[in-house]
């Protein structure tokens, strides 16, 4: 096993314990030298009052993430410099989110942000990651309001929410037959994107949605869900959120006797709903802008022994392809660079950077100036025998013809 990528774990307490000799030393320069690490920051909710859930999925980004950097440096780095991953945990709260970056680029001089925890936390740091020029390659918060029109600072390896509960929405009406469809996901930006992305789906496919509900993250009873979804006579119903949370609505329908075709986004297109909801995971529909990680094909391999040779323990599911994707970008990045690394020269090298499609476990499609987003398709998967099965080949789809939700 290769050894641990060299990274902090930064701390509530250690930033608040930050914040005056930050104040003290002023704002150094964002230009780095050429030599010494590059450092880059990941931002995930990793204690606190954070759902179980979510600290589930970010495990998995950071595994990906880290797995992909190990791989990199332990081959000599980027132009013989190690890359140094400030790992933060902001608790989901979006003051400490913004006060751990802060300090990370105030103090630390990161050149990048790699990954965002949650919808809240990408709210509070965005506008800040903005004023200071840091440029954020998004593991998983893909919204197509941030990148369309294109914003010159976020770059995302996700396709679109809205693009992806389009594809959904879609999927449903003409591929399965269904008209009257259901929907419940989570009360964030994330949800709510999903949701806008799926309905303009289902209605352009001639389909209608009878119901929408909402509800926040580590929710448990879905009882009162299911009893709205019968009345309303919803035939399909998709759910956006995580395993825990799908598991529990299969488990309240399941005891309330109604079996409608279910369909899930990409938090819970994973591997661990078999294992949390067992039979009841068999034939539901799941859209992920990703190959799945059990693919046999020689991307999804490499993408298995990378992530074992740091720890074979770190679950491979899409999740684990966000931060491993992520990770990708920022490298292919950095290694286009000639000259200084600096956070400028570093965001436009991402205007240009081309991704090794013998790597990438996602659609690619080429970035520039007019569109920031690396990945071009959706997978439609099923859960079947007690694996994710894909459904067909990868769909592409543009940009342009989805709506972006607008808070």
Known sequence: MNAPSPFRHLSAVAALAAVAAVAACGTQSPETSNSGPIKVAITQAMSGGTPPGLIALNEQINGGFLSYIDKVNAA???????????????????????????????????????????????????????????????????????????????????????????????????SLGIRNVGYAGYNDLGGYSWAHGFEQGVKAAGGTVVLTDEFPRGQTDFSGLITKLRNAKAEAVAVYGSPTELTAALQA????????????????????TITLAGGLAEGVYGAVPYQLPNADSPQAQLFRDTLDNRDSKVVKGVYTQYGYSAAQALVAALRGINGGITRDSFRAALESAKLDPAETMFTPQAVGPDNHVFNGGIQIVQFKAGKMTAVGDPSKVDLSTVKPYIP
């Open 76 to 174: 000599g780095g980027v132009g013989g410099r190690k890359i140094d991953i400030l790992q933060l945990d902001d608790q989901t709260d979006p003051s400490l989110a913004l006060t751990l970056i802060r300090r990370a680029v105030e103090k630390d001089q990161i050149i990048a942000v790699g990954s965002i925890s949650s919808a809240a936390t990408y709210s509070a740091i965005l506008p800040y990651l903005k004023s200071q020029r840091i440029p954020l390659v998004s593991a998983a918060a893909g919204f197509l309001s941030t990148v369309v029109p294109v914003d010159a600072n976020i770059f995302t390896v996700q396709t679109p929410l809205e693009v992806q509960g389009a594809v959904a929405g879609k999927h449903i009406v003409e």
């Open 253 to 272: 329908a399941d005891a309330r006797d109604y079996h409608p075709t279910w369909y899930t986004g990409p938090g819970a297109t994973d591997p661990s």
